[in-house]
C-alpha cells in the first residue's frame, strides 16, 4: 500500500543549530503534505504545510521543501531550541482520498 | 474558534469490557472528523473517518466500530476489548474541504490487562 516514510528514526543537534527532517512519499497523486510536531502524551500539533503547485514555503523559524520529481519533503528548523524537541511527522494527502497518511516520525532531540 | 474535546485523557480496561472514548467539536460545521490509533513510538495509523452523520468509513478490519450520532460528535466503541486494542486514541476534524490540514485532540492512552 501507499505509504509516508523518514529517513531517519532520530535526529540529535545542538541548540542554536539548523535542524533538517525528511521525509519520503510514494504516491504521485499526493497534493497536500503537513508537517506535525507530537510532543510526548499530546495529540499532534500543526506546523505547516505546503501544496504541490509549491516548491517551498516559510513560516516562523520553519521551512518545508517540496520535490515532487523525487518524491521528497523535508522540514528545515532555524536555530533550534529546546522547546522544539518532539516527535515530528510528515503527513500526505491523496487527491480526492479525504484523509491523511502518517510517516513513521522523526524523533528530534536537542542538546543544551 | 474551532476546539476539539476528547475524553478520558487514560483509561485502564480489563480484556473483554466495552469501550467508549467520546470526541466534540466546537466551532465549526460539518466538519469531517477522524479517529486514529498510535502505538508507542509509531506513526498514526487511520481507522475511521466520516464525513456526515452516520457516514462512517472504516480504513482496517479490527475489533473497534465508530458511530456518528451528531455532527460534531464521533464515538469510538468496542463490545470486548482485546489486549492488542491498547494504544493511544486521537480524535481529529477538519473542514469539509478534504485538502485541509487536520486539527487533533489531546488524546486518550489506553490501556487495555
Known amino acids: 500500500g501507499e505509504s509516508v516514510g523518514l529517513h531517519l528514526p532520530t535526529l540529535s543537534v545542538q541548540e542554536g543549530d539548523n535542524s533538517i527532517i525528511n521525509c519520503a512519499y510514494s504516491?504521485?497523486?499526493?497534493?497536500?503534505f503537513i508537517w506535525y510536531k507530537q510532543e510526548s502524551g499530546k495529540g499532534p500539533q500543526f506546523i505547516i504545510d505546503?501544496?504541490?503547485?509549491?516548491d517551498k514555503r516559510q513560516g516562523q523559524r520553519v521551512t518545508v521543501l517540496l520535490n515532487k520529481t523525487v518524491k521528497h519533503l523535508s522540514l528545515q528548523i532555524a536555530a533550534t531550541q529546546p522547546g522544539d524537541s518532539a516527535v515530528y511527522f510528515c503527513?500526505?494527502?491523496?487527491?480526492?482520498?479525504?484523509?491523511?497518511?502518517f510517516g513513521q516520525g522523526t524523533t528530534l532531540q536537542v542538546k543544551p | 474558534s474551532q476546539t476539539i474535546h476528547q475524553w478520558p485523557a487514560t483509561l485502564v480496561q480489563p480484556v473483554g469490557s466495552p469501550l467508549s472514548l467520546e470526541c466534540t467539536v466546537e466551532?465549526?460545521?460539518?466538519?469531517?472528523l477522524y479517529w486514529y490509533r498510535q502505538a508507542a513510538g509509531r506513526g498514526l495509523q487511520l481507522l475511521f473517518y466520516s464525513v456526515g452523520i452516520g457516514q462512517i468509513s472504516s480504513e482496517v478490519p479490527q475489533n473497534l466500530s465508530a458511530s456518528r450520532p451528531q455532527d460534531r460528535q464521533f464515538i469510538l466503541s468496542s463490545k470486548k476489548l482485546l489486549l492488542s486494542d491498547s494504544g493511544f486514541y486521537l480524535c481529529a476534524w477538519g473542514a469539509p474541504n478534504p485538502n485541509e490540514k487536520l486539527f487533533f485532540g489531546s488524546g486518550t492512552q489506553l490501556s487495555v490487562l
Open positions: 505546503i501544496r504541490s503547485n509549491m
Open positions: 504516491n504521485s497523486a499526493s497534493d497536500y
Open positions: 503527513a500526505e494527502n491523496i487527491y480526492g482520498a479525504g484523509k491523511l497518511i
Open positions: 466551532g465549526t460545521s460539518n466538519p469531517n
